[in-house]
């Protein structure tokens, strides 16, 4: 556990907790600054969707009794984050009897799933295309292709999933559009099933890696670049090793670094895009679950989900800061991001 | 023996590339522009950007954009070329009756508008926070870079998406402004290390002593060198923002009173426009937003090139020493047509005169030489013209002796060193000559053959041992790998082999396990010989090795590597710009002014009677004890080394400059045993008898 020191972990764990804090208060805080409480403001817009609700104001009063919104903002502030901490957002408004935590559990497997696939293909595939771009010996046929390959960065995943679904499932009806599996089939651990979640997953994956892989491609390159001047990388070579020994010991072993970072800090960015990618497929997975109950302006569903993508979030940032002093010797206390 | 240097006679130009150079030369100015703005996908992206915003702003000059709002054409009509299709709606027209063209020309501006604004907040709050805290450090340094660390790892869309359900956003600059909560994180961590890194820079630092005010340092001194850097963030920053409000939208998020390309990609979605075929419908707006994301994408890639230069350089350059193979094949066949053209050039007398020399170097290079240097040219290829680092230089190391190579920087050492090793960077190449060892000439080897001849025969103690060792792997990676690259060794004999090597320079055990980060300077670079004698070289070249150090480690390194060629009886090239250091160690001498080799001599005599007046310079520079003389300094600059005077390399900065050094250039000729030197002064039949100790 070289590296890993006491001093270091705590510092990254209180990173950790700042996250959090720093997320889930923005998600407290902006809807009450704004006129209008929550409850007001749903019920409004309820009553103006369906003409007219009668005695607004008196469900108006019980609900805000209900949740509380009577209380001071304090009181309300320190509430929610006991809530936060038991992961405990209290019941669905849209279907009462129900948790809310309930609602949002069978999202989550989907959503993992999806995302952790999709983000260490993108990391990996984009890393090594980058590596291989900032390299003076990659040959200069791959050359010449590999920046092709950063077209698709330019573009947002969900317009890619758009065109995707319309190409690949409507026209030439390949795979299908959305979906996380079929009706027809059984859930479970059976291979037709898993056949079809594979097939469904396609396209959401597919339409994350082509476009967030330039990314990563983009910041090796400058890394390789860099290392290519390093003169460590020269001693390398005058020692006579294999190439490949060289790219790989003393060109990625060293810009795999920074590139880790950089997942690191684009992890929400990454995240945040699959929201719209699981809402254009209808991928059943949490963002997916989010806009549905933001239609159904279910306020505590909604409140629990991007808590929970918040703290799935920075958990996934902090191990991957607790992993970093492991694979570098030399510890490092900041996270330079290229 | 000679060792001889091309004489140029009438001057041809030296400063000119050579011919099929001059080609390369060019099409690498044809890629690096010399004015960095004038980036071709900067430029590209640019005016992708301005033409989408140009539909929008002028659209409603041409188009009645009311037909966006009043819902009175017909309804899911296609456009004008399709079957079906109306000329008075030429993109046809959605479910709600709607002009497609109208709406797509309201919402291009809005969308771009909530980008810049979000886009320019963020960038003041940015600017703002990372200034106080890359200036102010200590606290406010650790405060505001917890927090923007923080909030760039969190899911910006999921808050949004949480915010924008609560608070209704009626127009665009609500939205804005929303959207700037994420937009500040990324330029203040920018702002904050350049801040810091440019605080460092000496002028930073002369206008801070000369009592300007931090708001002047910032802005004066500071500011525009982090142009291009904040360029590229902003353009960056607003693609991002506009991906979030496009997200926004498309969601149903957005505000929906105002026509934005996320809306109209919204209403179409949920009106099932896929499945129905209406593809005029959801597939344009993603059109003009796909150009836009290209648009700013290729100007923040083309701000990066300009904001760094590395990258630039190498897209330029990158390609041309790709494959290795090629490479030496190439060079090999133009050596070849270079040197008969130029031989060709010549009167017919001093063709043969060159021609002669030829042969006799060739002969006595081999007599007893480790290594032998011949007639090397190296050029660096830059924008403005070929930069010549080492203009046929020619010398020998003979077996077991010590060659010092001495010069003030940037006179070539480390090129020529370099180019013995065939490891010239680009943008530089070796132009043209033979580095011979044992009889193969290393210039026309593959990529693999050079391989076997690196660290067998040819080891490198390489400058600045601070940065030439690995700084994740441990010293005995690092070591093994030198020596299983070309012996196959186990385990156990391999580990057995590192301990003594590192015992030979007087290294302890424990030291093998540890980390570069973990050892002194002088314990690098004595890791560093050690790694250079693993496989019992011919040669080693030791480029500068003790100048990082200070006095007392200089003195255990170089009495290390006298140790190591004693024993070994190894050839050394030693690089140093350090009179003194070469007196004790070397043997031999060689002075190298501006590319050019001005002097090569044994050690002794080189010392008691140098001849060349730069040489004189370098030694009585050396400071004393004994005697306290005011220090001499070289009067004059080097002169442009793209373009070489014709004549004497040294005619600016002579005192004995007289007409014949600036018609043409001396070559090394024996003037004493063994003592060579390029002078004018010593041409036998021309100044035999000017006493130079008295000059």
Redesign the interface.
């Known amino acids: 556990m070289r590296g890993l020191t006491k001093e270091y972990v705590l510092q990254r764990f209180l990173m950790y907790l700042l996250t959090i804090w720093l997320g889930s208060t923005l998600i407290f805080i902006i809807p009450r600054l704004a006129p209008g409480d929550p409850i007001t403001v749903m019920i409004t817009r309820v009553s103006l969707d369906s003409g007219y609700v009668e005695n607004a104001d008196q469900i108006i009063a019980a609900w805000k009794a209900r949740f509380g919104l009577d209380d001071s903002l304090w009181v309300q502030y320190a509430r929610y984050w006991g809530n936060v901490f038991r992961l405990d957002f209290g019941f669905s408004l849209a279907h009462f009897p129900t948790k809310a935590w309930t609602m949002v559990r069978p999202a989550l497997p989907w959503s993992l799933g999806l995302l952790s696939l999709a983000t260490a293909l993108s990391f990996l595939v984009g890393v090594t295309v980058g590596a291989l771009m900032g390299w003076r010996r990659t040959p200069r046929w791959l050359q010449l292709i590999l920046p092709s390959s950063l077209t698709f960065t330019a573009i947002p995943y969900f317009m890619f999933g758009i065109v995707l679904i319309y190409v690949v499932a409507f026209k030439l009806d390949w795979l299908p559009a959305t979906g996380a599996y079929s009706r027809s089939v059984n859930p479970g651990w059976n291979w037709p099933f898993i056949q079809n979640v594979a097939s469904h997953a396609i396209l959401p994956v597919v339409s994350i890696v082509l476009t967030s892989m330039g990314g990563w491609a983009l910041g090796m390159r400058g890394l390789m670049i860099s290392v290519n001047n390093e003169d460590y990388f020269l001693l390398a070579q005058v020692k006579g090793l294999s190439p490949t020994r060289i790219f790989f010991r003393y060109g990625v072993r060293n810009a795999i670094l920074p590139a880790l970072t950089a997942l690191a800090l684009g992890l929400g960015g990454l995240i945040s895009g699959s929201i719209l990618v699981e809402f254009i497929f209808a991928y059943p997975g949490t963002g997916y679950t989010l806009y549905q109950s933001i239609i159904a302006q279910d306020y505590t569903v909604t409140q629990a989900i991007a808590n929970l993508i918040i703290i799935v979030t920075a958990t996934s940032v902090f191990l991957l800061d607790l992993l970093y002093p492991l694979i570098d010797p030399r510890i490092t206390y900041k996270r330079n991001a290229p | 023996m000679t060792v001889g240097q091309r004489t140029n006679g009438s001057g041809q130009a030296q400063g000119q590339p050579l011919p099929t150079d001059l080609a390369s030369a060019r099409a690498w100015r044809l890629n690096t522009w010399d004015t960095p703005w004038l980036n071709s996908k900067f430029l590209l992206g640019s005016g992708i950007v301005l033409s989408v915003l140009l539909f929008g702003l002028l659209g409603p000059v041409f188009w009645d954009t009311d037909l966006a709002y009043t819902g009175a054409a017909p309804l899911n009509k296609p456009p004008v070329w399709a079957e079906g299709g109306l000329p008075e709606h030429p993109l046809g027209t959605e479910s709600n009756g709607r002009d497609m063209l109208a709406q797509l020309i309201l919402a291009t501006p809005s969308s771009l508008k909530v980008g810049f604004l979000a886009a320019i907040i963020g960038m003041a709050v940015g600017m703002a926070l990372g200034s106080v805290a890359g200036y102010l450090g200590g606290w406010w340094d650790h405060i505001i870079r917890?927090?923007s660390?923080?909030?760039?790892?969190?899911?910006?869309?999921?808050?949004l998406?949480?915010?924008a359900?609560?608070?209704?956003m009626t127009d665009t600059t609500a939205m804005a402004f929303?959207l700037a909560?994420f937009a500040w994180p990324g330029p203040t961590?920018l702002v904050r290390?350049q801040t810091l890194t440019l605080r460092e820079r000496s002028y930073v630092r002369m206008a801070h002593l000369s009592g300007a005010s931090a708001v002047e340092i910032m802005f004066v001194e500071m500011l525009p060198n982090m142009l291009p850097w904040l360029a590229a963030s902003l353009t960056g920053g607003i693609?991002g923002a506009i991906?979030?409000a496009?997200?926004l939208e498309?969601?149903?998020?957005g505000p929906t009173r105002v026509p934005s390309l996320g809306l109209i990609?919204n209403q179409a979605?949920t009106n099932a426009a896929?499945?129905r075929g209406l593809?005029w419908w959801?597939l344009p707006p993603?059109i003009i937003?796909?150009v836009i994301?290209?648009g700013?994408?290729?100007m923040t890639?083309g701000l990066?090139e300009i904001a760094?230069p590395?990258?630039r350089r190498?897209g330029a350059s990158?390609?041309d020493?790709?494959?290795?193979t090629e490479r030496k094949k190439r060079t090999g066949a133009r050596r070849e047509k270079q040197r008969r053209s130029l031989t060709s050039d010549l009167p017919q007398e001093e063709r043969a005169a060159v021609e002669a020399a030829d042969a006799g170097r060739r002969s006595s290079a081999q007599d007893n030489a480790a290594l032998a240097v011949r007639d090397l040219h190296v050029h660096y290829f830059t924008p403005r013209g070929a930069i010549i680092a080492a203009n046929s230089v020619t010398l020998s190391v003979r077996k077991g002796e010590i060659l010092g190579l001495v010069g003030e920087s940037g006179c070539g050492k480390t090129t020529v060193a370099m180019a013995i090793?065939q490891?010239v960077?680009?943008p530089g190449r070796i132009v043209q000559g033979e580095i011979r060892i044992q009889d193969r000439d290393l210039v026309g080897l593959s990529?693999k053959e050079?391989?076997?001849?690196?660290?067998?025969e040819?080891?490198?103690v390489?400058?600045?041992a601070?940065?030439?060792?690995?700084?994740?792997?441990?010293i005995r990676?690092q070591m093994a790998?030198?020596i299983l690259?070309?012996e196959r060794v186990g385990r156990i004999e391999l580990e057995r082999r590192i301990l003594t090597l590192l015992h030979d320079v007087g290294l302890p055990d424990r030291v093998i396990g540890m980390?570069p980060?973990e050892l002194s300077g002088g314990m690098k670079q004595r890791v560093?010989i050690a790694?250079s004698i693993a496989l019992n070289p011919q040669v080693i070249i030791a480029d500068e090795p003790t100048s990082a150090l200070d006095v007392v480690v200089q003195r255990v390194v170089a009495q290390t590597l006298l140790e190591v060629k004693e024993r070994l009886g190894v050839s050394m090239v030693m690089i140093s710009h350090d009179m003194g250091l070469q007196a004790q160690l070397v043997d031999r001498i060689a002075v190298m002014y501006a590319g050019n080799l001005v002097e090569v001599a044994p050690v002794e005599s080189a010392y008691a009677r140098p001849r060349h007046p730069y040489t004189q310079l370098l030694i009585e520079s050396i400071p004393s004890i004994r005697e306290r003389k005011p220090l001499n300094a070289t009067e004059g600059l080097t002169h442009d080394l793209r373009n070489p005077p014709p004549g004497c390399i040294f005619q600016y900065r002579c005192k004995f400059v007289e007409q014949k050094c600036r018609d043409s250039r001396p070559s090394l000729v024996e003037i004493d045993q063994d003592h060579f030197v390029a002078c004018w002064l010593y041409e036998p039949d021309a100044h035999t008898n000017i006493d130079i100790e008295h000059a």
Request: charged share 10%; net charge neutral; hydrophobic share 55%.
């Open positions: 917890t927090i660390d923080s909030a760039i790892t969190i899911p910006a869309l999921v808050v998406v949480v915010i359900s609560f608070v209704q929303i909560l961590r290390s693609s991906l979030g496009t997200g498309v969601l149903g998020l990609i979605t896929l499945v593809t959801w993603i937003l796909m994301f290209v700013f994408f290729l890639i990066d760094n590395r990258i190498f990158g390609h020493s790709t494959p290795a090793l490891v960077q680009p990529a050079l391989r076997q001849v690196h660290w067998r040819l080891a490198l390489p400058q600045g601070m940065n030439s060792l690995n700084p994740v792997t441990s990676e790998d030198a690259a070309h980390y980060h560093c790694m």
